[in-house]
């Protein structure tokens, strides 16, 4: 496997925060899940591994975007829907606490068959209003 250049990685990276700075809300918050599901599996080959530090680091960004995913519910625009995402995003924080404490892969299993079905029902969304929008 051949590993990037410098200059391919700075590349990509640069595609990859255009990318993000010119993607419209919806297309964010899919980021944000694929995101997470990443550090999740992530977390989960590093503790099978018994890589404590590196399951905690991935658990930690994982966590950061949870906390995002919290902060930007806007009641405003779907006060029903903010209600039932809080409380599950903040038992998704509590479960990734326990499964860092334990350094359980279990719960990580599980906290990827939660995410998973609302990434992917907010991907047909966007997908939709994006196709609607053309």
Known sequence: ????????????????????????????????????????????????KKERSRAGERMSRANAIIVHLV?????????????????????WMAHLLRANIDQDTTKLDELIGMVLPLRDAWAKAVAEVNGAKR
Do not use: W
């Open 1 to 48: 496997m051949n590993l990037p250049s410098q200059t391919q990685a700075a590349a990509l990276a640069r595609y990859g925060a255009v990318k993000v700075t010119t993607a419209n809300p919806g297309n964010l918050l899919v980021m944000l899940y694929d995101g997470l599901l990443r550090f999740l599996r992530e977390a989960r080959a590093a503790i099978e």
């Open 71 to 91: 902060e930007t519910l806007d009641p405003s625009h779907s006060p029903d829907l903010c209600a039932r995402l809080q409380p599950l995003y903040l038992f």
